[in-house]
């Protein structure tokens, strides 16, 4: 007998040459599902002038018969071939940081980051690391590979990163790869290496997967008074999509060379200016200033404060900011939606409406406080709002106000791991000196 099914569903479609089409046979509808801004099948070892002639001798009438080569995804045919395209633009795998470079470069600002920043588990989530006095040769860079290796063995080796899973994209070729898996298995054992997910690879071999934390080690150099050449094409924008994107809670971006020897619109100048930038702002992210958009909200706030309850206002969910964030504990929480307080555009009212319903499908718990019952009965609207917290199992954490204010953001984490980097590589320089002395007085 025939299999079929009655749906097809197609998944990384991005990923499948034009065999992938056979899955068609065997359902009534498919669902193809991909993303054309994703890696697209590079047909190793087909011939092209070869395939070209099999195309025209046998693909005679068929529409769209120039796109049968091997290196158009099963997504992109289905593009051409059918409408109905649903565009799907709620992310929800890296914290926002992350998920921002890619955003701007292929989605032009489209994508809601939906990840809240607090879940991860390390903190910073986005660090450019430069290697100083290294240089790039036939697709590797000894130092830098050597610096990735070492970061990642003081990283397994620091209680903040245990269970964290790790990966390695190199962004030239795969010669890199092996050179940074081969030192890590030497420094690693196979049952580290295991629990941690290990994966040193390209882009295309990690479409479709993730890690905790990624290495973007961009291995190439320029030669002294040269510039590098221009790497802004739409594949490697592609290549450079998936790249940023593996990571869900840190992503670090390991060069070796000078920025300056990258010229303008530079796939790589982009992503280490992004990833410096948001290091810098880390850096300074110290709880700012708070300004509240009216006195209803600020009284609000100071009373929630005086009560005990652990409050965080103008807090970020994904992209969409709240009035407040009310913290308990075991991890409970309520946002705080401070209503009535201020004439709104009819179009915000609509926009509010729409984070609230997709926040609320999320799991968030949604609790509102309108400026009129409070500025007639203060202390009867606040006793409403606590019953509310309490049935959510949201008591006051503290007794005093300077404890209930939000914390400066966990500790960076940079410089724990670049102390115990350095020592791995000096113990690692010290071994290879005495090998070579053993080799020698052999």
């Not at 609509?350 to 203060?378: H, P």
Request: charged share 30%.
């Amino acid at each position: 007998g025939t299999i079929d099914f009655d749906v097809i569903l197609i998944d990384e479609a991005s990923q499948c040459d034009v065999l992938g089409l056979a899955a068609f046979a065997l359902g009534k509808k498919v669902v193809v599902i991909g993303d054309h801004e994703q890696v697209s099948p590079y047909a190793v070892g087909f011939e092209t002038n070869r395939v070209q002639a099999l195309v025209d001798e046998f693909l005679d009438g068929v529409p769209n018969k120039q796109l049968y080569d091997g290196k158009t995804s099963v997504y992109d045919l289905a593009r051409q071939a059918f409408g109905g395209v649903v565009r799907l633009v709620e992310h929800f795998r890296c914290v926002p940081e992350i998920i921002e470079f890619s955003n701007q470069l292929c989605y032009g600002g489209e994508i809601l980051p939906l990840r809240e920043a607090s879940t991860s588990r390390v903190y910073p989530h986005l660090i450019a690391h430069r290697v100083r006095d290294a240089s790039s040769d036939n697709k590797t860079n000894e130092v830098e590979a050597l610096e990735v290796a070492s970061l990642i063995t003081a990283m397994c080796r620091l209680e903040e990163f245990e269970d964290c899973t790790i990966g390695v994209i190199c962004m030239v070729g795969t010669e890199q790869a092996v050179k940074i898996d081969s030192i890590l298995r030497r420094r690693l054992s196979a049952t580290e290496y295991r629990r941690r997910r290990i994966l040193c690879g390209n882009a295309s071999q990690f479409q479709g997967d993730e890690r905790d934390v990624v290495f973007l080690s961009l291995v190439d150099t320029a030669r002294k008074g040269e510039m590098l050449a221009v790497r802004s094409s739409d594949e490697w924008r592609r290549v450079y999509n998936v790249a940023a994107s593996r990571a869900r809670d840190q992503l670090w971006v390991v060069y070796s060379m000078d920025p300056s020897h990258l010229k303008k619109g530079d796939l790589r100048l982009r992503l280490v200016s992004h990833a410096e930038q948001h290091a810098a702002q880390s850096k300074r992210a110290e709880r700012p200033n708070v300004k509240f958009e009216s006195g209803f909200q600020k009284s609000l706030y100071q009373k929630l404060l005086e009560l005990g309850y652990r409050v965080l206002p103008k807090y970020l969910i994904g992209e969409f900011e709240v009035d407040f964030l009310i913290q308990g504990d075991a991890g409970t929480k309520a946002v705080v939606s401070c209503d009535g307080d201020r004439i709104v555009p009819e179009a915000s009212v609509l926009s509010k409406m729409e984070r609230q319903q997709t926040l609320e499908r999320l799991g968030w718990n949604f609790l509102r406080v309108g400026a009129s019952e409070y500025l007639v009965d203060e202390s009867r609207a606040v006793r409403r709002l606590v019953r509310k917290l309490a049935a959510l199992k949201i008591e006051p954490m503290v007794e005093n106000k300077a404890d209930a204010v939000p914390k400066a953001p966990r500790e960076d984490l940079r410089e724990k791991i670049f102390k115990r980097a350095d020592m791995i590589r000096s113990r690692l320089a010290s071994a290879d000196k005495r090998a070579v002395a053993v080799q020698a007085s052999g």
